[in-house]
């Protein structure tokens, strides 16, 4: 399995900014694409998922409202649109797998890094 996230950058305080993560050798079943982040210093953290079948989306406290997340079953793509950004969301954002049947996220990609200035 190899995930491949891109789209980070340097922006401004409110910008907005699109993340993708583009998913290969998936030959098992999905039950979520999720994104997590991880700040200089700091543990990493749940951001969303995006659950593969339902289509249905979770967003932790600190990104509800302003995030959101869609996919592209044809290209397998998952994408995360991050808007009104603030310095704290400064991270290197990873796109992750959770198959089926397992309890927890198991395929990690490589990381892309967001930077917000204030």
């Known amino acids: 399995v190899q995930l491949q996230a891109s789209g980070g950058g340097l922006v401004q305080a409110g910008d907005s900014l699109r993340l993708s993560c583009a998913a290969s050798?998936?030959?098992?079943?999905?039950?979520?694409m999720g994104w997590f982040r991880q700040a200089p210093g700091k543990e990493r953290e749940f951001v969303g998922g995006?659950?593969?079948?339902?289509?249905?989306?979770i967003f932790s406290d600190s990104v509800k409202g302003r995030f959101t997340m869609s996919r592209d079953l044809a290209k397998r793509t998952v994408y995360l649109q991050m808007n009104m950004l603030k310095p704290e969301d400064t991270a290197v954002y990873y796109c992750?797998?959770?198959?089926?049947?397992?309890?927890?996220?198991?395929?990690w990609g490589q990381g892309t890094l967001v930077t917000v200035s204030s």
């Open positions: 050798g998936l030959t098992f079943n999905v039950n979520y």
């Open positions: 992750a797998v959770h198959p089926a049947g397992r309890s927890t996220y198991e395929f």
């Open positions: 995006f659950g593969w079948l339902s289509g249905r989306t």
